[in-house]
């Protein structure tokens, strides 16, 4: 039998994969260990060229505290050249996600399918329904390492998610890389359509959209999102940028007309210093943060990456875009601590996911005592830069 640890770098894909990958070393009879483990997976993230030099640096240290360090997922797949030069007992497994886990387990040594439920994490189940994606936005490589959009069949989405209720996860996050090209069909259905009918499992308290394109956010959606019941009043909509120049440049399928949705809290992803954004275009990005009511940014100062359109163009100073990342950074801080103010006085359910923190119904932080795992009642007492006081 042999101890490993897992992590990841990245998205909730990264993550769900990580996850994927725990879960199966578990089944095979191997024990989770944080430290002095014989074996590390290190899924890993190419999103930004920073991303790449962190997965490398991770699976550096990694590769100093256990005997074999395999590093998988996205950064694996975008170029083993990435990694090359590390440690003799660090495996590069540049394979697709679906065949990733057994081809780590194989490798490390099935014991027997003694323990598969064994110290699941029982907070959040990330259940994937669709991974890849084929639209070709100009800047990403996501596409490359990962291949054309594909979708699980909705039945096998349902098992999961009613085996993940049952095993006591409280909130299912649907997760995918582009979850709005979710289709099964011979069974007819789609993204609305799933949404519905997971919303009907017994004992789901909580549902959530790891992220859906602005072109993907259909009326149907918004329908299927308002009229069931366990959806959390959140989504992630990643819009890059406000400018409508910008937008076209990136090949993304939408331009930059938001309608704010009251009901509920917006967060996004914005690459800032993209070739050719200027400050007036940079400027629209901050106006349509604003007057769509965004909160949280997640802020990606452009890189350009390997074997995409814009590969050899980066004609924005990193100057410039480190001011214009703090600019957008202060104001996705301003929008929060607005909306968590707002809140002040108010009771919310919190899932407390790690000691002393966790996220309301709307995905605004907490902070909060309580175990981990539970859904508890809290009453906002007071707002810090790091979230929400619980009284
Ligand atoms: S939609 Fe665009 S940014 Fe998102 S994964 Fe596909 S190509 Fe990349």
């Given at each position: 039998?042999?101890?490993?640890?897992?992590?990841?770098?990245?998205?909730?894909?990264?993550?769900?994969?990580?996850?994927?990958?725990?879960?199966?070393?578990?089944?095979?009879?191997?024990?989770?260990?944080?430290?002095?483990?014989?074996?590390?997976?290190?899924?890993?993230?190419?999103?930004?060229?920073?991303?790449?030099?962190?997965?490398?640096?991770?699976?550096?240290?990694?590769?100093?505290?256990?005997?074999?360090?395999?590093?998988?997922?996205?950064?694996?797949?975008?170029?083993?050249?990435?990694?090359?030069?590390?440690?003799?007992?660090?495996?590069?497994?540049?394979?697709?996600?679906?065949?990733?886990?057994?081809?780590?387990?194989?490798?490390?040594?099935?014991?027997?399918?003694?323990?598969?439920?064994?110290?699941?994490?029982?907070?959040?189940?990330?259940?994937?329904?669709?991974?890849?994606?084929?639209?070709?936005?100009?800047?990403?490589?996501?596409?490359?390492?990962?291949?054309?959009?594909?979708?699980?069949?909705?039945?096998?989405?349902?098992?999961?998610?009613?085996?993940?209720?049952?095993?006591?996860?409280?909130?299912?996050?649907?997760?995918?890389?582009?979850?709005?090209?979710?289709?099964?069909?011979?069974?007819?259905?789609?993204?609305?359509?799933?949404?519905?009918?997971?919303?009907?499992?017994?004992?789901?308290?909580?549902l959530r959209l790891s992220s859906?394109?602005?072109?993907?956010?259909?009326?149907?959606?918004?329908?299927?999102?308002?009229?069931?019941?366990?959806?959390?009043?959140?989504?992630?909509?990643?819009?890059?940028?406000?400018?409508?120049?910008?937008?076209?440049?990136?090949?993304?399928?939408?331009?930059?007309?938001?309608?704010?949705?009251?009901?509920?809290?917006v967060t996004s992803d914005a690459?800032?210093?993209?070739?050719?954004?200027?400050?007036?275009?940079?400027?629209?990005?901050?106006?349509?943060?604003?007057?769509?009511?965004?909160?949280?940014?997640?802020?990606?100062?452009?890189?350009?990456?390997?074997?995409?359109?814009?590969?050899?163009?980066?004609?924005?100073?990193?100057?410039?875009?480190?001011?214009?990342?703090?600019?957008?950074?202060?104001a996705s801080l301003d929008a929060?601590?607005?909306?968590?103010?707002?809140?002040?006085?108010?009771?919310?359910?919190?899932?407390?996911?790690?000691?002393?923190?966790?996220?309301?119904?709307?995905?605004?932080?907490?902070?909060?005592?309580?175990?981990?795992?539970?859904?508890?009642?809290?009453?906002?007492?007071?707002?810090?830069?790091?979230?929400?006081?619980?009284?």
């Amino acid at each position: 039998m042999a101890t490993f640890s897992t992590s990841f770098l990245g998205c909730k894909v990264s993550q769900t994969d990580a996850r994927a990958l725990r879960e199966r070393l578990l089944a095979d009879g191997h024990t989770e260990s944080e430290t002095a483990a014989d074996v590390a997976v290190v899924n890993t993230c190419c999103v930004t060229h920073e991303a790449v030099a962190k997965s490398r640096k991770a699976a550096a240290r990694a590769a100093r505290r256990h005997g074999r360090v395999y590093v998988t997922g996205c950064g694996a797949n975008l170029s083993a050249d990435a990694f090359a030069g590390l440690p003799e007992n660090v495996v590069v497994v540049p394979r697709r996600s679906e065949e990733t886990p057994a081809f780590v387990a194989g490798d490390v040594g099935a014991i027997g399918c003694v323990q598969a439920d064994a110290g699941l994490d029982r907070v959040r189940a990330f259940v994937k329904i669709q991974d890849g994606c084929s639209f070709s936005c100009a800047f990403c490589v996501i596409p490359l390492v990962r291949g054309g959009t594909r979708s699980r069949r909705a039945a096998a989405v349902l098992d999961e998610i009613r085996r993940r209720v049952g095993q006591g996860h409280r909130e299912v996050v649907l997760t995918g890389v582009n979850l709005g090209c979710f289709r099964d069909r011979d069974a007819g259905y789609d993204l609305p359509r799933l949404v519905r009918e997971v919303g009907e499992v017994p004992g789901l308290e909580r549902l959530r959209l790891s992220s859906i394109e602005l072109n993907h956010l259909t009326a149907s959606l918004i329908a299927a999102l308002r009229e069931t019941r366990v959806v959390s009043p959140h989504l992630h909509v990643p819009l890059q940028s406000g400018d409508d120049g910008v937008l076209r440049a990136m090949a993304r399928r939408y331009l930059a007309r938001v309608e704010p949705l009251e009901d509920f809290n917006v967060t996004s992803d914005a690459i800032v210093g993209f070739p050719g954004e200027d400050e007036a275009a940079f400027r629209r990005t901050l106006d349509v943060v604003r007057r769509a009511g965004i909160t949280k940014v997640h802020v990606f100062p452009y890189s350009p990456r390997p074997g995409t359109v814009t590969a050899a163009a980066d004609t924005v100073p990193a100057a410039v875009k480190r001011d214009r990342s703090a600019r957008l950074r202060a104001a996705s801080l301003d929008a929060c601590l607005a909306r968590w103010r707002g809140k002040l006085g108010g009771e919310d359910i919190v899932l407390v996911d790690r000691p002393g923190r966790g996220y309301g119904d709307d995905y605004s932080p907490w902070l909060v005592d309580g175990p981990v795992g539970e859904l508890v009642h809290v009453r906002a007492a007071a707002v810090t830069e790091e979230g929400i006081l619980a009284a």
